[in-house]
């Protein structure tokens, strides 16, 4: 079964420094969406993907998160500079871009700030 | 805009013993909802969704939910609860012609007791 894809699972940083967080969709999917999970919260959106253009970034903190999705495939989310209450799971998901559609999440990537 | 409110944080039930999650949902229109299970340190698995037609939907691993509209409910049900179904269940909405965004209700931890 087609998974996405995320990588690192796991980042520790010392704040002030800048990460990033890569996500490969599954094969085919057109949208592409970033979610924050505080510890002991829901998922919140901060960035959606519909191939390569961004739908909807209101949510992300521009002054210091970015985004990009290249060539409507993999994705990367970058902090800097990262702050203490950046720490958090970082999720990527996909789903096909139709109407209903169905979010596909991958594994996180669970980010703490020092 | 629209709001998922899961009353219980936490649950504790037996094994073996069945099992009820509650969700209410805030929106003007009849949304897609979703059930997503999160195990600790790992992402979400879609269980089940509703989009439309029969109210009452199966999900994996013996899940099923029922859609109420006169409730705005969307209760997440199990007849008998296995020790591996403790974790974290996320109910979420999806808002029709939004670009399939979701939003997700706060969680509720389940605990099973031996």
């Known amino acids: 079964e087609a998974e996405v894809a995320q990588s690192p699972r796991y980042k520790i940083t010392e704040k002030s420094q800048a990460v990033a967080f890569w996500c490969d969709p599954i094969s085919g999917h057109a949208t592409l969406y970033w979610y924050r999970q505080i510890l002991g919260q829901g998922p919140e959106l901060l960035v959606q993907f519909q191939d390569e253009s961004v739908v909807d970034d209101s949510q992300l903190p521009k002054d210091r998160f970015s985004a990009e999705r290249l060539k409507g495939v993999d994705s990367t989310l970058k902090i800097q500079p990262a702050e203490l209450g950046d720490s958090a799971m970082y999720l990527c998901?996909?789903?096909?871009?139709?109407?209903?559609?169905?979010?596909?999440f991958g594994p996180g990537t669970r980010l703490t700030v020092l | 805009a629209q709001s998922v409110t899961q009353p219980d944080i936490h649950i504790t039930v037996s094994e073996g013993a069945s099992l009820e999650l509650r969700c209410n949902y805030s929106y003007g229109a009849t949304p897609y909802l979703f059930w997503y299970v999160q195990s600790p340190g790992q992402g979400l698995q879609l269980l089940l969704k509703y989009f439309s037609g029969d109210t009452l939907v199966q999900g994996i691993k013996g899940f099923e939910a029922e859609f109420k509209r006169s409730q705005s409910s969307f209760n997440l049900r199990k007849p008998s609860v296995h020790w591996s179904d403790a974790a974290e269940y996320f109910c979420a909405v999806g808002v029709r012609n939004a670009g399939n965004m979701l939003t997700f209700g706060g969680g509720t931890r389940l605990m099973v007791k031996p």
């Open positions: 998901a996909s789903s096909l871009g139709v109407t209903p559609d169905t979010q596909y």
